[in-house]
């Protein structure tokens, strides 16, 4: 979908370790977001990058980490998984005006 | 950064047009109204923007009336595979965060 893949698909991890999860888009656009999802409930905002090094937090950033070295690659990183942060997570992409297109999400477990 | 409230829940029949109206008071001049679907364990996908007035595609028109306050998606004819969570979301992508409402949860039946 619009370019943009999500890896890993699924990943189950422990408490206490770092995770990463990756963006990787190939439409060129400069905007990309991280959100998360819980069962019933809406996309709530990790993070967002605004070009290459500019990140900025969203609401629900405690917790989390991003990285942007490349206008491809948006990573998000658990510094300590924790079971709360269990969620599904999808990254979007945007060239501007507020629409959005979104990965098929990664699915975390945090046992 | 715009709020938006939606209904939590419809129920249409097959065939029936189904609207589902955003408000969003407090948009700003450089705001864009998009509107989203998501299906279980998907993604969300872009369905319609508009700024003013009325936009229509192939599966959707959004009728934005001249203050902005709100905002109307209009399914025409819904089927089965309609049945789904639908997002307003209010904003201007740039160095500001993007944050979704709650979204509608339409239930179609046959």
């Known amino acids: 979908d619009a370019g943009i893949t999500q890896s890993p698909r699924h990943k189950v991890t422990e408490t206490g370790t770092p995770v990463t999860l990756r963006c990787h888009q190939t439409e060129n656009h400069r905007y990309m977001y991280w959100y998360r999802q819980d069962p019933g409930h809406g996309l709530r905002l990790i993070h967002y990058s605004y070009g290459v090094k500019d990140t900025d937090k969203g609401e629900v950033s405690d917790g989390y980490s991003v990285s942007r070295s490349k206008t491809e690659d948006f990573l998000l990183t658990l510094e300590s998984a924790t079971s709360s942060q269990t969620s599904v997570y999808f990254c979007?992409?945007?060239?501007?005006?507020?629409?959005?297109?979104f990965g098929n999400g990664t699915r975390l477990t945090v046992t | 950064l715009a709020k938006t409230t939606q209904p939590i829940s419809m129920d249409s029949y097959e065939g029936q047009e189904v609207n589902i109206t955003c408000s969003h008071n407090?948009?700003?001049?450089?705001?864009?109204i998009t509107w989203y679907q998501q299906f279980p364990s998907q993604g969300p996908r872009f369905i319609i923007q508009?700024?003013?007035t009325k936009v229509t595609n192939e599966v959707a028109s959004l009728f934005i009336p001249a203050d902005r306050k709100s905002s109307t998606l209009s399914l025409p004819r819904v089927s089965l595979s309609d049945t789904a969570v639908y997002y307003c979301l209010v904003g201007y992508t740039g160095r500001r965060a993007l944050t979704f409402g709650s979204g509608t949860r339409l239930q179609v039946q046959p």
């Open positions: 979007a992409i945007s060239e501007g005006q507020g629409a959005l297109h």
């Open positions: 407090n948009i700003a001049t450089n705001d864009y």
């Open positions: 508009g700024y003013k």
